[in-house]
């Protein structure tokens, strides 16, 4: 690869990494190509993209951006490397790499080395169950309309059930004087 595709390269992922709010790094030595395959196809159902890149290319894309990814460089970018971009929804990859791993297919690959989540960083497996099991944006806007929703429909319930009780009482003292 020359200078001048490397740079092209660079410059793609440095702009995926900006567009994704979340992306996973992660480890698939050593599954076979029927294995890869059927990863990328619960990629692609997920919404999720995988791409494999250069430890050293990935480096470069995130010494472009705004966070310190210094941590990410020592104990993250070694080995085989794959990037999830999340696309909208930050927990999709957790959850494809954890879906994979129930089908069957393997039981420990792919296997997370680090995530960034809206410049936060997650490193090691050890945070793939937290990862999958985070609220998407949307669930989080659903749960607080719910909330909000909950104290007015008390108050109707109430209302109409305090209205029937209330007409039954009037009607039945009207005919009680009669």
Do not use: W
């Amino acid at each position: 690869m020359t200078r001048e595709e490397k740079a092209v390269v660079i410059e793609e992922l440095t702009q995926k990494l900006k567009d994704n709010g979340a992306f996973y790094v992660t480890d698939a030595s050593g599954l076979t190509v029927e294995q890869i395959n059927a990863f990328r196809r619960m990629c692609f159902k997920a919404g999720v993209e995988y791409k494999v890149y250069k430890n050293t290319l990935i480096q470069k894309a995130l010494q472009q951006l705004d966070n310190d990814y210094s941590e990410f460089y020592e104990k993250v970018l070694k080995g085989f490397s794959g990037i999830l971009f999340a696309g909208e929804v930050a927990n999709a990859p957790a959850k494809v790499i954890r879906d994979f791993r129930k089908s069957g297919m393997s039981d420990t690959k792919p296997m997370l080395k680090g995530a960034s989540i809206d410049n936060d960083l997650y490193i090691g497996e050890e945070h793939l169950k937290m990862l999958s099991e985070l609220k998407s944006k949307h669930e989080l806007i659903g749960e607080i309309i719910g909330l909000l929703q909950s104290p007015a429909k008390n108050v109707v319930s109430a209302l109409q059930s305090g209205g029937n009780t209330l007409a039954g009482l009037v009607k039945t003292l009207s005919e009680r004087e009669q």
